[in-house]
């Protein structure tokens, strides 16, 4: 039986003052033109991932990872600002597997999901 570790999250992002550091941080190739999503780095991650999460309000937001059973394997409550917001996600610990990300505004409404594969 394989153990499951929850993972860190790790949120960068700033107050409504600080706006422009926090876009000038998001790499070109997480940019998003969409209101509300979630876009990765790449969709094969081995020890961390690279998450942008695009909101279109502040607020607190619940990161779901689920494996392929449809198990939730992990959860995080993260407060975000609107606009782009930078979250790395430490991975080591999960088994090589496929796990869908799925992300959840306050009202427990889906509002993003994409997939990730670990290797």
Do not use: W
């Amino acid at each position: 039986m394989r153990k499951l570790i929850p993972l860190l999250f790790v949120l960068a992002s700033c107050s409504e003052q600080e706006v422009s550091p926090v876009y000038a941080e998001i790499p070109k190739e997480l940019a998003m033109t969409q209101s509300v999503g979630i876009k990765l780095e790449s969709n094969f991650a081995t020890t961390e991932a690279k998450m942008n999460v695009k909101l279109d309000r502040s607020g607190q937001y619940t990161i779901k990872i689920v494996d392929i059973s449809g198990k939730v394997v992990s959860k995080e409550t993260v407060a975000a600002i609107a606009g782009d917001n930078l979250l790395t996600l430490h991975t080591k610990a999960l088994p090589r597997s496929s796990y869908q990300l799925q992300l959840f505004n306050e009202y427990n409404q889906q509002i993003g999901v994409t997939v990730i594969n670990l290797l």
